[in-house]
């Protein structure tokens, strides 16, 4: 595994706009300072007893993304330092960030998850859910969370056009929000979508910010 490499080339075709964050779970931090090493800031992690130690170990100017399902108990341990929270996927859990952000008066970007996939999941706002929730006046009331866009996971299938129209229907709902009024702590910006086996089709149906992991630092065992 070349990550130097392997993180040119997925840049060079990304269009302006599109973040890569590169998924470093299970992999350690040598692979990661080589990665940082090679310019790439912006890694994700799916666990929070995995992602704190990384961010003591590693340089500061890193900006960590939680990637994977967060339960409210460990929210406390990430929310000082955590550049973006992409797995909201309760109100619950939204207000227990706005609660640990407001203790030491941060304010935490946060996307919505969305479950956008046909297979089962227990994760992820539906596309109802999402926009009762949108509507509720609820989120008026956080004022330590900015929910900066969505995120959402296709299903693991070779079918690109499924993929594809996963895809679509979440940036649909994305310009949909975005169009529509929203609270001032709402700024639909950041549409999170696309993974190493997919990353290609979520860019074309408008991603601007891609997870790649094992693209970059090969598979996990
Ligand atoms: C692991 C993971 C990724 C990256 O998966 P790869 O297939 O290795 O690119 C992206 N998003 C989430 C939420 C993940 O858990």
């Not at 040598?30 to 929070?48: S, T, W």
């Not at 089962?120 to 929730?133: A, I, P, R, V």
């Not at 509507?135 to 299938?157: C, N």
Request: hydrophobic share 40%; charged share 20%; net charge neutral.
């Amino acid at each position: 595994m070349n990550i130097k490499n392997n993180i040119a080339k997925i840049t060079q075709n990304l269009p302006q706009g599109c973040q890569l964050v590169a998924v470093s779970k299970t992999k350690s931090v040598a692979l990661i300072q080589e990665a940082y090493d090679a310019g790439q800031r912006h890694f994700g992690e799916n666990k929070v007893q995995e992602l704190v130690p990384k961010f003591e170990a590693l340089p500061k100017d890193i900006c960590w993304h939680m990637i994977g399902h967060l339960q409210s108990n460990k929210v406390k341990y990430i929310v000082p330092f955590v550049h973006l929270i992409h797995s909201i996927d309760s109100d619950r859990l939204l207000a227990e960030v706005n609660r640990q952000a407001k203790k030491i008066n941060r304010v935490v970007s946060c996307l919505l998850q969305v479950h956008i996939a046909r297979e089962e999941t227990k994760f992820g706002f539906s596309f109802e859910e999402l926009k009762s929730f949108m509507q509720s006046g609820q989120i008026e009331t956080f004022d330590h969370v900015r929910i900066s866009g969505l995120m959402g996971m296709a299903t693991l299938t070779d079918n690109e056009t499924q993929i594809a129209e996963e895809f679509r229907s979440l940036r649909s709902a994305f310009e949909e929000l975005r169009a529509s009024p929203h609270p001032a702590s709402v700024s639909m910006e950041i549409l999170s979508m696309g993974m190493s086996g997919d990353f290609s089709l979520a860019v074309a149906e408008g991603s601007t910010m891609i997870r790649v992991g094992s693209a970059i630092f090969g598979n996990r065992s």
